[in-house]
């Protein structure tokens, strides 16, 4: 079977896109889609980018100004099921021997580690807090460098011609990862008093307390994806899906809170 799908790279969004509502064609460098018909000139992908504020904690004790990208694509063809939206990223490196190790299975596993255990594990370098004096968790580099943007379900615009029949695709983050993986993360041992949230984690877990509960590692999919490293350093990840209905031709757009920091590495959308 043809695999049709269309990836863009939003690595430049939020810094060459207009601001919403204006919307302008995202250069063809970084565009590529395969599908059965042709993509008409008129309906190459645009972009565009604006900010919103998304609150974090039970009660939103947390605020974060969040860049969003807007993509809008067409689809020439009806596709699926099954319908897949990965992230693709280019040099990043989780085959690094020091980084592919970073972990400990049985604090994922739930087990109670305390410090003394945690310094000698492999977690190094992000074993212990320095300033609270309390064990990362999750600890160690992988779990630390999370990807944490944030893809929502595509919309298809305009299917009778007017604004208000946009329909949404509607995707899951559930069953994203191996079945098996889930057996690797259980419920925590730990109490929000013992243990610190990763550095990378403080803008959604500024502290573990009642407002900021421990994050569940064994239904979190997302974390399951991430955790499982890639062997070279461009590869995809599942973020969503839909196996039930078919993404029918039209116009979409996807908003992606572009939350993950840039370095050296390219973000890409494939769907």
Not at 87 to 92: C, D, P
Not at 106 to 128: E, K, V, Y
Not at 221 to 234: S, Y
Request: net charge negative; charged share 20%.
């Amino acid at each position: 079977m043809q695999v049709q799908e269309i990836a863009i790279e939003y690595q430049d969004c939020t810094a060459s896109a207009p601001l919403y509502p204006d919307f302008s064609p995202v250069p063809d460098s970084h565009v590529t889609s395969y599908f059965k018909n042709s993509t008409p000139a008129t309906s190459r992908p645009t972009w565009s980018r604006n900010q919103t504020t998304v609150t974090y904690g039970l009660n939103g004790e947390a605020s974060v100004v969040t860049n969003v990208c807007k993509l809008r694509f067409y689809i020439p063809d009806d596709v699926g099921p099954h319908v897949f939206l990965y992230y693709r990223l280019t040099n990043f490196y989780q085959n690094h021997r020091r980084y592919v190790k970073s972990f400990d299975q049985a604090q994922l596993s739930g087990d109670f580690r305390s410090n003394d255990s945690i310094r000698t594990s492999d977690c190094d370098p992000l074993r212990i807090d320095p300033i609270t004096n309390k064990t990362y968790y999750p600890c160690g580099l992988i779990a630390n460098s999370l990807f944490n943007d944030t893809f929502f379900s595509p919309v298809l615009l305009n299917p009778q011609r007017t604004s208000n029949d946009n329909t949404t695709y509607q995707m899951t983050n559930q069953g994203i990862a191996w079945p098996s993986d889930k057996d690797l993360y259980k419920n925590t041992s730990y109490t929000v008093d013992q243990v610190s949230p990763p550095p990378n984690w403080r803008l959604r877990y500024p502290t573990y307390n009642a407002s900021f509960p421990l994050p569940d590692l064994h239904t979190f999919e997302e974390f399951h994806v991430w955790m499982r490293t890639a062997g070279l350093p461009t590869f995809s990840k599942l973020a969503l899906r839909n196996d039930q209905d078919v993404m029918t031709s039209g116009t979409y757009e996807v908003d992606i809170y572009d939350c993950t920091p840039r370095h050296s590495h390219v973000s890409h959308f494939t769907c």
